[in-house]
């Protein structure tokens, strides 16, 4: 991350045809590198100024379509250029980024692999009012249709006032997707977020930060939660077995990726001690932090060849990992 350590970062996304094009974003706002990272140009052109910044989320089809989301005002933007320029796709209504007290954004956007005009958002309060344990009520999950152009509320009355931490959708349908909140649990939809079930059986931990569905078998999926590492269902989510082996006990999960190319591979980051690797489905896994220069991290990114892992960091700008035979 040459031009860009000591980056505060929330969101890393890479596109989907060329593995070293990686958007990222942070207190900073929206930055882009066309060359893996080894330089960046800033994208906070007008209307993305604002002060602080939650998630990015690039078009698995088409890598010109980014969304971003800002912390205070409740607002998503859509860029149909890469970056380039912006609009304002939706601001919530309730949202008054001049009362801290009202303050939201919208901290997790996923778009459906299968059909990528179906985009889901996951609304949040502010990052601090969440990590101070102050959840109060948010707005739940929203959904486009049209690949993030228009907007409308996707949730009933057990999601509607919850803070969304994570969105994951099922790889082969996009009307089931999974919601992490602060206090419920993990919430699930089969119809595209007009109704939720809760889906908690065997999680100790009610705060889930990150989530990832298996592209090869969609009914294994994995969670990680706050200070408690990670667990995996093998049944759509309905039951859940610890699957931390490894890991430090406490560790605050705050992504899961699955490597494309082989689904018993996937890598989780903690808050506080860095990146993990498992190569058994989550059975064990290990540490990986050669060449980081924090364990703070807060988000991960794998290309979609499997080749390459970036990591986005909580103060020291983003790293990246060759995982291709012989690589670092």
Request: hydrophobic share 40%.
């Amino acid at each position: 991350s040459q031009g860009y350590t000591g980056a505060q970062l929330r969101d890393i996304a890479i596109t989907p045809d060329d593995s070293r094009a990686v958007y990222v974003i942070g207190r900073t706002g929206p930055f882009r590198s066309a060359a893996g990272g080894a330089d960046w140009g800033g994208l906070n052109f007008e209307p993305a100024t604002f002060a602080e910044w939650y998630a990015l989320e690039i078009d698995p089809s088409d890598a010109e379509r980014v969304l971003i989301s800002d912390e205070h005002q409740g607002v998503l933007l859509l860029s149909l250029d890469g970056g380039d320029t912006w609009r304002i796709a939706f601001r919530h209504p309730s949202v008054n980024a001049g009362d801290f007290r009202q303050r939201h954004g919208f901290k997790a956007i996923a778009f459906a692999p299968s059909a990528p005009a179906i985009v889901y958002a996951g609304a949040c309060r502010e990052g601090r009012n969440i990590d101070d344990g102050f959840a109060d009520p948010s707005f739940g999950v929203y959904k486009s249709t049209d690949g993030g152009v228009t907007w409308r509320a996707a949730s009933d009355a057990l999601i509607g006032d919850q803070n969304i931490n994570v969105l994951a959708v099922d790889p082969g349908n996009a009307e089931v997707v999974y919601a992490g909140t602060v206090r419920k649990g993990l919430l699930k939809s089969v119809d595209g977020g007009a109704s939720w079930q809760a889906m908690n059986r065997g999680l100790r931990i009610l705060d889930v930060r990150a989530a990832a569905i298996d592209p090869c078998a969609p009914d294994v999926s994995y969670v990680g939660v706050e200070d408690g590492g990670v667990y995996k269902s093998v049944d759509g989510g309905a039951s859940w077995m610890a699957a931390s082996t490894g890991m430090d006990p406490q560790a605050a999960i705050r992504a899961i990726v699955i490597d494309p190319t082989d689904s018993l591979i996937l890598y989780a980051a903690d808050l506080r001690t860095g990146v993990y690797r498992s190569t058994d489905g989550a059975k064990t896994w290990v540490k990986m932090n050669d060449g980081l220069r924090t364990r703070a991290v807060k988000a991960l990114a794998i290309s979609s060849d499997g080749k390459v892992l970036y990591a986005a960091t909580e103060g020291e700008g983003v790293f990246r990992l060759d995982l291709s035979p012989g690589g670092g």
